[in-house]
């Protein structure tokens, strides 16, 4: 987006700063094969994010900072429903499939796996209830996609009443334009969008 653009957002009243609490939580969002793998229909072209998120893990337990990694599966006793005649797509991640595995690389013992049947993290119903009891006050947010579960799971940070971080070299779509688009209004009204250097930092 242009620096006019974002002066006009500034001017009317948007793009405020949400800062850094006192207990953050990190959850990496549907790093999945289905996007990594050249076979998957699903395939994004999103390989560069794998590095920055491995950083944010590294950090996070070198901080003790809770990590959560998330999963979207199709299950159909779950599934049979709107999200999945809107993404069709969605079929591709039964359990079992390659396609819903998470990257190889993840360290997933270095944090809590669950799954989820929506875009955001919020809709399992226990994460944000976990998040209340051991009284995390900010969310930091990587993972996949940039317009899709990460935009959701930005959304209901702020609904929490959390500080939302989107690391932005941690996040990724399947469309350049899609994914700064989406940057530039996540930063404008749901959630900080900070570069990796000053997250890890």
């Known amino acids: 987006m242009t620096s006019s653009s974002k002066a006009d957002y500034q001017g009317a009243g948007f793009s405020g700063e949400l800062g850094f609490g006192e207990?953050?939580?990190?959850?990496?969002?549907?790093?999945?094969?289905?996007?990594?793998d050249r076979l998957s229909p699903m395939h994004a072209d999103v390989e560069n994010v794998i590095a920055s998120n491995l950083r944010l893990v590294e950090a996070a337990r070198a901080t003790q900072v809770p990590v959560f990694f998330?999963?979207?599966?199709?299950?159909?006793?779950?599934?049979?429903?709107?999200?999945?005649?809107?993404?069709?797509?969605?079929?591709l991640l039964r359990p079992g499939s390659s396609f819903a595995e998470l990257h190889p690389a993840l360290s997933l013992d270095q944090g809590e796996v669950f799954v989820k049947h929506y875009p955001s993290a919020f809709h399992r119903p226990r994460f944000a209830a976990q998040l209340a009891d051991i009284k995390i006050d900010t969310l930091i947010i990587g993972g996949l996609t940039t317009s899709g579960c990460v935009r959701a799971t930005a959304m209901d940070s702020l609904l929490m009443n959390l500080r939302g971080i989107v690391v932005r070299g941690a996040v990724g779509d399947r469309s350049s334009a899609v994914h700064e688009a989406n940057l530039f209004d996540i930063d404008g009204k749901l959630a900080d969008v900070r570069?990796?250097?000053a997250v890890v930092n």
């Open 195 to 197: 570069a990796e250097e």
């Open 23 to 36: 207990r953050p939580a990190l959850v990496l969002i549907d790093l999945m094969m289905s996007y990594f």
């Open 70 to 91: 998330t999963r979207q599966l199709y299950e159909e006793v779950h599934d049979d429903g709107a999200y999945v005649r809107k993404v069709p797509a969605l079929k």
